[in-house]
Nanobody, 115 residues
Framework: QVQLVESGGGLVQPGGSLRLSCAASRSIFSINTLGWYRQAPGKVRELVATVTTLGDINYADSVKGRFTISRDNAKNSVHLQMNSLKPEDTAVYYC?????????WGQGTLVTVSS
């Protein structure tokens, strides 16, 4: 079992930046994919960005050029640098870990983009 703990959410004005972090509760030795998903009020959860153990990265079209995902394998963590934030980025952001046939989710952190 793996617990994922997110941090870094909050309130930011349009055009601002936030950095989200997620730490796993134990070392992960298998090939895996870490990522971020988000769910806005009244909408389904959607992929934001993922990064594999080998460094392959995938972004949603809506965040390309604004968000950057990175991981630190030594610290079992993943980060999401969010720049040029827009009101439509407002959502609960969830950390996700996929290991073979298992999947884990964090509790979510709220990001609100508003003036």
């Amino acid at each position: 079992q793996v617990q994922l703990v997110e941090s870094g959410g909050g309130l930011v004005q349009p055009g601002g930046s936030l950095r989200l972090s997620c730490a796993a509760s134990r070392s992960i030795f298998s090939i895996n994919t870490l990522g971020w998903y988000r769910q806005a009020p009244g909408k389904v959860r959607e992929l934001v960005a993922t990064v594999t153990t080998l460094g392959d990265i995938n972004y949603a079209d809506s965040v390309k050029g604004r968000f950057t995902i990175s991981r630190d394998n030594a610290k079992n963590s993943v980060h999401l640098q969010m720049n040029s934030l827009k009101p439509e980025d407002t959502a609960v952001y969830y950390c996700n870990l996929k290991i073979v046939a298992s999947e884990y989710w964090g509790q979510g952190t709220l990001v609100t983009v508003s003036s």
